[in-house]
């Protein structure tokens, strides 16, 4: 079946650094999504994305769609406290909507 | 406006065991999901409602798991003979329609724990 790579699996950062993570899959979806979850929560939608080559940013986020439909990249900008938590990627091609296993972020002020 | 709510919270019940676990979704949204998600991984679908019929059910893993949306809001996914390898959380969520846009929200979950 369809799989998604995220990696890395848990980053440590400074407050005020920026971060990256990516996903990838060997599978073409038609839209990505970003989720962050936090602890007793369910997935919240950060960004969706709908179109290869598509850069999307909201607030210090910003995601992009790879040009071949396969990966997706999340970048946060000068990380907060309250930035901490799970980071999912989904990927869609029809029905289900398939998820990764997330990225954990800490932030050390 | 108020999001995607499931109840209860937190379930606890013994092995063979019936449970129930409600989703009440967004208002006027017309498609319903159900994850199941294990510690440590990302939400696995379940099954997916577009109004009061399953579109997909592929994701539900047997015969003892089974859900239903009969008025197009609500949705009960239910568990028989419950077995250990059933304890996660069970997620659910909605988006607009099941076309195009595909946001999908979610609730807080279901913790489930079977002993």
């Known amino acids: 079946g369809q799989q998604l790579n995220q990696s890395p699996q848990s980053m440590f950062i400074q407050e005020g650094e920026d971060v990256s993570m990516n996903c990838t899959s060997s599978?073409?979806?038609?839209?990505w999504l970003w989720y962050k979850q936090d602890p007793g929560e369910g997935p919240v939608l950060l960004i969706a994305?709908?179109?290869?080559?598509e850069l999307t940013s909201n607030g210090r986020l910003t995601a992009q769609f790879g040009i071949t439909r396969k990966d997706s990249f999340l970048n946060i900008s000068a990380s907060i406290p309250s930035d901490v938590g799970i980071y999912f990627c989904?990927?869609?091609?029809?029905?289900?909507?398939?998820f990764g296993k997330g990225t954990r972020l800490s932030v050390i002020a | 406006g108020a999001g995607v709510s499931q109840t209860p919270s937190n379930k606890v019940t013994e092995k063979g065991k019936y449970v129930e676990l409600r989703c009440d979704p967004i208002?006027?949204?017309?498609?319903l999901y159900w994850y199941r998600q294990s510690l440590g991984q990302g939400p696995e679908f379940l099954i997916y409602?577009?109004?009061?019929?399953?579109?997909?059910d592929s994701g539900l893993p047997n015969d003892r798991f089974f859900a239903v949306r009969p008025e197009g809001s609500v949705s009960t996914l239910k568990i028989q003979r419950t077995e250990r390898g059933d304890s996660a959380v069970y997620l659910c969520?909605?988006?607009?329609?099941?076309?195009?846009?595909?946001?999908?929200?979610f609730g807080p979950g279901t913790r489930l724990t079977v002993t």
């Open positions: 599978s073409i979806f038609n839209t």
């Open positions: 994305l709908y179109k290869a080559g």
């Open positions: 969520a909605s988006s607009l329609s099941g076309g195009p846009s595909y946001e999908q929200y």
């Open positions: 208002s006027g949204h017309t498609a």
């Open positions: 409602f577009q109004g009061t019929g399953a579109a997909d």
């Open positions: 989904a990927g869609l091609s029809g029905t289900p909507l398939v």
